[in-house]
T-cell receptor, first 119, second 115 residues
Framework: ELKVEQNPLFLSMQEGKNYTIYCNYS?????LYWYRQDPGKSLESLFV?????AVKQEGRLMASLDTKARLSTLHITAAVHDLSATYFC???????????????????FGKGTHLIIQP | DTEVTQTPKHLVMGMTNKKSLKCEQH?????MYWYKQKAKKPPELMFV???????INESVPSRFSPECPNSSLLNLHLHALQPEDSALYLC??????????????FGPGTRLTVL
């Protein structure tokens, strides 16, 4: 069974600071996703990481993937209040983890990191 | 058109009702998904349609029944639900399964309350 673990689950930080969210997963996968969710809203895709060593950056967020360590990080640089949200990492499970044989993919999510950035 | 739409946005139903949730995308995606999200929890995969072939999470009760009329539409039929089924139901689609690694795009969700 695939397990995806994020830490920390809750993070309160001040504007201007840097911090990193970690995502570990338990089985081989070469596709790792980061999503953002605002309260009461749906999920917004942030990054898709497709290979070992992949690094992607968008604004103050940077994500990386180490498939050998089964670890992804989401780094926040000089945080601003607008980045307050819940961040999820997710991993593909070939066949959705279901016995379908259809090659369909489903995502298994970490528990999410609830990030509060204080002005 | 780069979005996934879902209707209704909110639904309140009794335990004896039958209702349906609808999802639509016009991005040419051939995989569509239903997820259930309880408050302060991550989304949990319920069903996958890949090229109109269904994959089922066996832990999902039979009172949830998916339907894929065509590659752009996905329905979730609800019957005899329980109060614990109250949640945000998210539909998602992706370009291609298995090898492409494209991101899944999520709809705005239907917030379901079962009385």
């Amino acid at each position: 069974e695939l397990k995806v673990e994020q830490n920390p689950l809750f993070l309160s930080m001040q504007e201007g600071k840097n911090y990193t969210i970690y995502c570990n997963y338990s089985t081989t996968s070469d596709r790792l996703y980061w999503y953002r969710q605002d309260p009461g809203k749906s999920l917004e895709s942030l990054f898709v990481l497709l290979s070992n060593g992949a690094v992607k950056q968008e604004g103050r967020l940077m994500a990386s993937l180490d498939t050998k360590a089964r670890l992804s990080t989401l780094h926040i640089t000089a945080a601003v209040h607008d980045l307050s949200a819940t961040y999820f990492c997710a991993v593909d499970v070939r066949g959705g983890g279901f016995d379908s044989g259809g090659g369909a993919d489903g995502l298994t999510f970490g528990k999410g990191t609830h990030l509060i950035i204080q002005p | 058109d780069t979005e996934v739409t879902q209707t209704p946005k909110h639904l309140v139903m009794g335990m004896t009702n039958k209702k349906s949730l609808k999802c639509e995308q016009h991005m040419g995606h051939r995989a569509m998904y239903w997820y259930k999200q309880k408050a302060k929890k991550p989304p949990e995969l319920m069903f996958v349609y890949s090229y109109e072939k269904l994959s089922i999470n066996e832990s999902v009760p039979s009172r949830f029944s998916p339907e894929c009329p065509n590659s752009s539409l996905l329905n979730l039929h609800l019957h005899a639900l329980q109060p614990e089924d109250s949640a945000l139901y998210l539909c998602a689609s992706s370009r291609k399964v298995a090898l492409a690694g494209g991101s899944q795009f999520f709809g705005p969700g239907t917030r379901l309350t079962v009385l």
